[in-house]
Each structure stands twice: as C-alpha cells, then as structure tokens.
C-alpha cells in the first residue's frame, strides 16, 4: 500500500518570501501521479498543482512550484512571493495508475498547515 | 459550470443512528467518489461511484455504503453511527472512469458530521 507523509504540521512565511513544503512517499509502483491541494477554512480541497512520475520535468503553476525527486520519492512544494490568501492547509496526495476502478483513490498525507504573516 | 455541492453543511446525530449525506456533482462529471476527512488527519478515500455503480472501495465497513442516481448526483448512507464516524465527508467528482490526469478530481465543501 502506498503512504504519504507530511513531517512538517506547521510552518510559517512572511508575505512575499518563499516557503517550501515537504512531502515523501512510498510506493512500488513506477507510473503514479503526485498532486497537492489546498484546503482553506472554506473546506474545500482545491488542487494547487500535479505531477506525472514519468515527467522529469517539474510542474509549475504560477508563483507555484515543485521539486519532484522520483529516486528519493520526495515531491516538495514551493510557494514563491507568498500572499495572505496563501494560508491554509497544503495536502500532498498520491495516485496510482490504475484503470482497474479505483482511479479516484487518492491517498493523502497529514496536511501542514501554512501561515502567512505580515 | 455548477460546481460540487454537498449537503447537508453540518449535522449532529447520536450514536447508533443512520445519516444519509447527498452530493451534487460538477457539470459534465460522471464519476464521484467519498472521502473521509477526521479531524487533525487528511482525507480518506471511502469508494468510486460511476454509472450507478460502486467500481472501487477503501478500508471501511459495509455499513458505509452509498448510491449514485441518474443524473450523477450521489449519497452517501451509513448505518450504526459510532462515535468515531464524527468527520468531514467530502464528496469528489470527475469526469470519465478513469480519473486521469486532464481531469483531477473536484470537491465539495463537504458534511460535517458530529456524532454523540
């Protein structure tokens, strides 16, 4: 089974520096897909940026970035110019490339929850 | 486009009860899945809904179980309330069987679920 871990419950940036997120994980599997949402006091998991394993390329969404080391299975977040609007908790998930039925399964890390100060 | 809806946005039940949790998904979208969220914790993935039918299921009782309707929309009932069923359920939707990677899930504001 995979498993996804956050070793960071909490972490704090000052408005506009840059902050990186950690995530590892651990999988057999050599094709997955690597995502991480965001989820503000509205509840809601809005998905910030998404990797392929089979990219080696790192994706980049805006100010949004991510370190993929696919050897090391770590997949870390780095938000650049930081905003207030950033706070939140930052979920790493997981999913396997399976068209078996189970497509939607993510699997989740802990969360760290990020704070944005003044 | 008509995002995921939930309802309702948060109920109270007493041990032992039954609840049922209803999900309205995006436009477009066919697939659904349930999600689990307790509290301190990330999401857990309950089970897949597509075409009316449950076509994958995570590490969870047969009293949780769930229906999706025609039009997509879905609920999700469980029986025998326990106390530590109190959690955020949030219900997913995506488009096509297999949630590839052009079509990530989107969620819903979720159900909190209290249960005394």
């Known amino acids: 089974a995979q498993t996804v871990t956050q070793s960071q419950p909490e972490m704090s940036v000052q408005e506009a520096e840059t902050v990186t997120l950690s995530c590892t994980y651990d999988t057999s599997e050599s094709d997955y897909y690597l995502f991480w949402y965001k989820q503000p006091p509205s509840r809601q998991m809005i998905l910030v940026i998404r990797q392929e394993a089979y990219k080696q390329q790192n994706a980049t969404e805006n100010r949004f970035s991510v370190n993929f080391q696919k050897a090391a299975k770590s997949f870390s977040l780095k938000i650049s110019d930081s905003q207030l609007g950033d706070a939140a908790m930052y979920f790493c998930a997981y999913r396997s490339e399976d068209y078996a039925g189970t497509a939607s399964k993510l699997t989740f890390g802990t969360g760290t929850r990020l704070q944005v100060t003044l | 486009e008509t995002g995921v809806t939930q309802s309702p946005t948060h109920l109270i039940k007493t041990r032992g009860q039954q609840v049922t949790l209803r999900c309205s998904s995006q436009s477009g979208h066919n697939t659904v899945s349930w999600y689990q969220q307790a509290l301190g914790q990330g999401p857990q993935f309950i089970f897949q809904?597509?075409?009316?039918?449950?076509?994958g299921r995570g590490n969870f009782p047969p009293r949780f179980s769930g229906l999706q309707f025609p039009n997509y929309s879905s609920e999700l009932n469980v029986n025998a309330l326990e106390l530590d069923d109190s959690a955020l359920y949030l219900c997913?939707?995506?488009?096509?069987?297999?949630?590839?990677?052009?079509?990530?899930?989107?969620f819903g504001n979720g159900t909190r679920l209290t249960v005394t």
């Open positions: 809904y597509y075409r009316e039918e449950e076509n």
């Open positions: 997913a939707s995506s488009s096509g069987r297999e949630s590839s990677y052009n079509s990530p899930l989107h």
